[in-house]
């Protein structure tokens, strides 16, 4: 009987980490913004799609998704962002559900930002908000990204609050440079799965 957990968070938070402590615990991790990548690729449906609704504009000479292009239109009109997203957001969960289902394993960890607004939520047995406080998130995100101060500050505070992802899941880990504590929490998650 295959698991799977979804696993989301604002930035800087610490999910990454998070997935690599459960697949040690032998979980297979899907990162939702590497299949969001891959399903833009040439000759997939979504790029075609895209190329339908936003135009030549946002296709580079060589076939693939300009992504430059792309973002400055979504992101400076919330109605085509949403038209992107309900155009997307289809096509990675399909991918997803083809990866769990072609995929040997009983665990499955699906690390996703917009877990919820995908529609990914729901194929999960449990959702697992990972949270932190802010001051180390920033630090996290400018040692990542090569970012300033601002900048760091910025990404935050255009994103969702704690608070929010926490509401939505069915379980919270706390992420503030507690190793063991990060470990005693997804221990309690997998037996928690193992138990229902």
Do not use: W
């Not at 990548?37 to 030549?56: S, W």
């Not at 000479?61 to 038209?83: P, Q, Y």
């Not at 449990?126 to 910025?154: G, M």
């Not at 704690?162 to 706390?174: G, H, Q, V």
Request: net charge negative; aromatic share 4%.
């Amino acid at each position: 009987m295959k698991k799977i957990i979804g696993l989301t968070g604002g930035t800087g938070t610490g999910k990454s980490s998070v997935s690599a402590l459960f697949k040690k615990r032998g979980a297979h991790v899907i990162d939702a913004d590497l299949t969001a990548r891959k399903i833009v690729e040439p000759g997939r449906p979504a790029l075609n799609e895209i190329k339908n609704h936003f135009g030549d504009k946002v296709i580079n000479d060589d076939g693939t998704l300009n992504r430059k292009a792309l973002a400055a239109i979504v992101f400076s009109d919330s109605s085509e962002l949403d038209i992107l997203d309900k155009i997307t957001h289809k096509y990675v969960k399909e991918d997803i559900l083809n990866e769990i289902k072609n995929t040997d394993n009983s665990l499955f960890v699906i690390d996703a930002p917009l877990l919820h607004k995908g529609g990914l939520a729901e194929i999960c047995d449990v959702t697992l908000a990972v949270v932190a406080d802010d001051f180390l998130r920033k630090k996290r995100i400018i040692a990542r990204d090569n970012l300033t101060q601002a900048e760091a500050e910025n990404r935050i505070k255009s994103q969702k609050s704690n608070d929010y992802y926490s509401a939505l899941c069915d379980f919270t880990i706390e992420n503030n440079e507690n190793i063991d504590n990060l470990k005693e929490s997804i221990t309690k998650i997998i037996e928690n799965l193992e138990n229902n």
